[in-house]
T-cell receptor
Framework: NAGVMQNPRHLVRRRGQEARLRCSPM?????VYWYRQLPEEGLKFMVY????????ESGMPKERFSAEFPKEGPSILRIQQVVRGDSAAYFC?????????????FGPGTRLTVT | QQQVKQSPQSLIVQKGGISIINCAYE??????FPWYQQFPGKGPALLIA?????SEKKEGRFTISFNKSAKQFSLHIMDSQPGDSATYFC???????????FGGGTRVLVKP
């Protein structure tokens, strides 16, 4: 059973470009979460999605950031018009149906560098 | 607002020693308190978790101690090994809303 997959692993974008990060959850997992990790800091929750639904986006910046988890295909975190402050590691996690859901399975992350 | 505070930020311990990481939380509505371990270049992985109605949980060399009245919990790594060198995150989970809130992390280095 493959783990959570994220691609690309490393992404370099110039200021003003768009960054698109992909996450394929573990097989059978219908809950997807995105976190941002700044250097030397902890993980900050961004958004929680189920198939075709955004459940909680309270951690997402109001502008330039969006996320989706379509019926088919991976979850996408999109950052428009990137700025240097967006440079960070972005982790996706997934969890299956059922309890407890504190056990989230994390992908290896996408390290975004904005130049 | 930071609801889970973790200390220390970094820790160096000799092989065979005890690593102790402390966390404090503010919100009393959390349902579980998990710990995650992260190796460089990897995503975090669940290590051990405790419910707030339990004062201690032990799994191998890893023990969580929980003090509900003080709103504090800690991770003890007994007989620390170089392979334990990693960043450890405490977290608090609220079932309503299905949300994990992480502490800032502790980088542990175990010297041989």
């Amino acid at each position: 059973n493959a783990g959570v997959m994220q691609n690309p692993r490393h992404l370099v974008r110039r200021r003003g470009q768009e960054a698109r990060l992909r996450c394929s959850p573990m097989k059978g997992h219908s809950h997807v979460y995105w976190y941002r990790q700044l250097p030397e800091e902890g993980l900050k929750f961004m958004v929680y999605l189920q198939k075709e639904n955004i459940i909680d986006e309270s951690g997402m910046p109001k502008e330039r950031f969006s996320a989706e988890f379509p019926k088919e295909g991976p979850s996408i975190l999109r950052i428009q018009q990137v700025v240097r402050g967006d440079s960070a590691a972005y982790f996706c996690a997934s969890s299956p149906e059922g309890f407890p859901r504190y056990e989230q399975y994390f992908g290896p992350g996408t390290r975004l560098t904005v130049t | 607002q930071q609801q889970v505070k973790q200390s220390p930020q970094s820790l160096i311990v000799q092989k065979g020693g005890i690593s102790i990481i402390n966390c404090a939380y503010e919100n009393t509505a959390f349902d579980y308190f998990p710990w995650y371990q992260q190796f460089p270049g990897k995503g975090p992985a669940l290590l051990i978790a405790i419910r707030p109605d339990v004062s201690e949980k032990k799994e191998g060399r890893f023990t969580i101690s929980f003090n509900k009245s003080a709103k504090q919990f800690s991770l003890h790594i007994m007989d620390s090994q170089p392979g334990d060198s990693a960043t450890y995150f405490c977290a608090a989970y609220k079932a309503a809303g299905n949300k994990l809130t992480f502490g800032g992390g502790t980088r542990v280095l175990v010297k041989p």
